[in-house]
């Protein structure tokens, strides 16, 4: 069961450590030479501010972005305390392109497949515009990209043993993610159910063909590691209690204060996009799909559209396994049609740039890979039936 080659990467990307890191260090030091050097636009003084006097942001509060800012402004040695979290944005976003090189590679089997996807992700507008600068959107990107990552490798893993680790590392990645921007439910909502039906239809061992992996004690053990990648929204209380930030959001002493904030009330707690003239679900699609084009490109976006349906229907066509592709072909279209768009529409589209670029390698690659196999499969007809060496 698996992607293609059983899911795992080639000796080449076996052998992709150094790369890895080499990718890293190439996107963070280009980012670096773009960074603000003090407080950008937007909600990044806010942030900073937060951070700088361990108040509450806005809803949701961020606590985890929070603790982390304040965090790089206390440890770094450089800079103004602005530059210093504009800095650990540019390596969240750095850190984001070795994942979806993990997450490609291991998909197509291609280390150049990962290699293009990472570039094309890391030096796309929208992505090198909100790592250069305070914001919770790199950061979202990071976790969009190792919950990519984790699923990816689960899918493929042979063992129980493998499995049960990875989810629940999964498991506390999710719950981490969404002490982040919310937004990453779409991901957590689609990625949660699939893995729970995959443990389900595992058997502990082929001994005991009616014990599911699945058991009491999984589910238990999955809800605490969710439930322990919460825990940084008790910075909220703690924050709001002591009292001592000059600028905070809110109240959060109260039951009733905690859970307006962490539920957005004040904006609507499942209404993610607001705009004076509605958000709806073809709006957002039609929105989407303009930023796609801006993006990609018109010869990009063409390539990624039908490559989605393409992928889809792989399955069908193939002879070598792929059972759980359409899983990730599936959050690909989720997140497409799904993710809402803000107001300002200015940070939509680099939430599905990763699976969009995936789904254009994907569909090369395996595009290659069939022509290949038919070629050898004609060239062994012509030997077996000529009785002369397969034609060159």
Known sequence: ?????????????????????????????????????????????????????????????????????????????????????????????????????????????SFAGGLLAAGLFAFSRLAWQWSVTTEVFSFNNFFVGLLMALTIRFSTVSTARERTKLSLQGAFCCGLSLCNQHTVILYVMYIVPWVLLRLHREKVSPIFPKCQELSVRAIWWLGLSFGAGLLPYLYLPISSSLNQARWSWGDQTTLRGFSTHLLREEYGTFNLAKSEVGSGLLRVWSYQMM?????????????????????????????????????????????????????????????????????ILLMCHNRIQEIMKIKDQYRMLVFINGGCDPPG
């Open 1 to 109: 069961m698996g992607f293609p080659g059983n899911g795992r990467p080639s000796a080449s990307t076996l052998a992709a450590g150094p790369a890895v890191a080499a990718l890293f260090a190439l996107v963070f030091s280009i980012y670096l030479q773009t960074l603000h050097r003090a407080v950008p636009g937007g909600d990044s003084g806010e942030l900073l501010t937060a951070a700088c006097e361990l108040g509450v942001a806005h809803p949701p509060g961020y606590p985890l972005f929070t603790l982390l800012a304040r965090l790089t402004m206390t440890i770094l040695p450089m800079g103004s305390p602005a530059f210093r979290v504009n800095a650990l944005n540019a390596m969240l976003g750095a850190a984001t392109a070795p994942l979806l090189f993990d997450a490609t590679s291991r998909l197509s089997g």
């Open 291 to 359: 930023q796609i084009k801006t993006e990609l490109t018109a010869i990009g976006a063409a390539l990624a559209l039908v490559a989605i349906p393409l992928q889809g229907l792989k399955r069908y066509k193939l002879q070598f396994p792929t059972q759980h592709k359409e899983h990730l072909l599936c959050l690909c279209v989720v997140n497409i049609l799904c993710i809402p768009v803000p107001q300002n529409y200015k940070h939509l589209l680099f939430l599905s740039f990763p699976e969009i670029c995936a789904c």
